[in-house]
């Protein structure tokens, strides 16, 4: 009997609002039709958004979500559960994990690399997402987590390019050309528009890349946590779900999808919370999707922008908001949501 094939696993990471899950849906699309692929996406809040998001991809794309925890530390229970059940299938032929925006990339790789996995998975590119906003952020740049997300990157995107002077891709090239570690490749992009043959650039091996920082959350975390159950909810009575998240706080809502919103209201209220309510702009990440009176949106405000695009039809509406600092009055939060229901049935 031959060993099972070593399926392609991809990482791809980069903090909050860079435009992970956009970049992996424009990989998806280059999907060859012979292929199946796999995704396990991160979210640290305990409301997933993202992989509802990308299950919109085909039937050809298999999605599991892991919420309400770092895949590095405190959910590494679940991401083995999830990983190991996806390859007991032997049935998809590329592994993409997309890391929350807080995850510590290189106790994820060290956790790819034991042996139960690395027989398994043919680890390729770690395509490390950036923003403009992050880059020309000095402070941000210093950090051990940035340094950290970078020195393991395979690849360097610097997304959103639209958004700044052309001669800041040319500086972003040089900066990467001279870390101590280059990419092996530097690619410049608008809207997570990488071409997918960089998924099959191999990984350098980077042994004991884990930094001392790295090492302190895992020590620090809980090892496991309760597991997530949410139930359906009814229409007008949204399931809200909160927790504690590194230096900040997490609250969500699972709307019936019987709730459709009026889209004037929705919009003036987003635009109000995250502009006069939540306090900090530049420390807000909110992402959902709704429901409207004609068709569905999706909404995201993370690196102070506030983006609204159209998207296909769910089982129902979410919406969750990452805040640096003090928790969020959620019950005001859900109650001036509510406020923009159509009607409640």
């Known amino acids: 009997m031959f060993p099972p094939k070593r399926i392609a696993t991809n990482l791809i990471t980069g903090f909050l609002g860079v435009g992970k899950t956009t970049t992996i849906l ?38 599991r979500e892991i919420t309400g925890g ?54 390729q590119a770690v395509v490390g997402i950036i923003s403009p906003h992050d880059w020309l952020n000095a402070e941000m740049r210093s950090t051990p987590l940035f340094q950290e997300a970078i020195a393991i990157a ?12 052309a001669n800041v891709a040319q500086d972003f090239r040089t900066w990467a050309s001279q870390l101590p570690q280059p990419p092996i490749q530097t690619v410049v992009v608008q809207h997570g528009q990488i071409d997918a043959y960089i998924l099959n650039i191999p990984h350098r091996n980077m042994g004991g890349i884990l930094s001392e920082n790295t090492q302190a959350s ?53 635009t109000s919370l995250v502009r006069h309510h939540l306090g900090i702009p530049s420390g807000i990440r909110l992402k959902g999707y709704f429901h409207l009176e004609n068709g569905w949106i999706q909404l995201q405000f993370a690196q102070e922008r506030l983006i609204s695009i159209p998207a296909a039809p769910r089982s129902d509406s979410r919406l969750e908001i990452l805040l640096v600092g003090a928790p969020p009055d959620c019950k005001w939060v859900e109650e001036q949501f509510l406020k923009c229901l159509l009607s409640k049935v």
């Open 26 to 63: 424009q990989l998806m699309a280059q999907r060859p039709e012979n292929e199946q692929w796999a995704v396990i996406v991160n979210e640290y809040g305990d409301i997933g958004i993202d992989g509802a998001i990308l299950e919109s991809a085909g039937e050809q794309i298999e999605v």
């Open 218 to 270: 895992q020590e620090s975390a809980p090892a496991t946590k309760q597991p997530l159950l949410i139930s359906t909810p009814s229409p007008g009575f949204p399931i809200r779900k909160t927790a504690r998240t590194p230096g900040g706080h997490s609250c969500g809502w699972i709307f019936s999808v019987h709730d459709r919103f009026c889209e004037e209201k929705l919009m003036n209220f987003v």
């Open 154 to 165: 395979d690849v360097l995107v610097l997304n959103r390019a639209d958004e700044v002077a």
């Open 70 to 123: 770092c895949v590095c530390c405190t959910s590494a229970v679940y991401f083995q559960f999830a990983l190991v059940q996806l390859l007991e299938k032997q049935r998809f032929d590329r592994l993409i994990i997309e890391t929350s925006g807080i995850v510590h990339p290189a106790q994820l790789l060290k956790e790819l690399a034991k042996p139960v996995f690395l027989d398994r998975l043919n680890l």
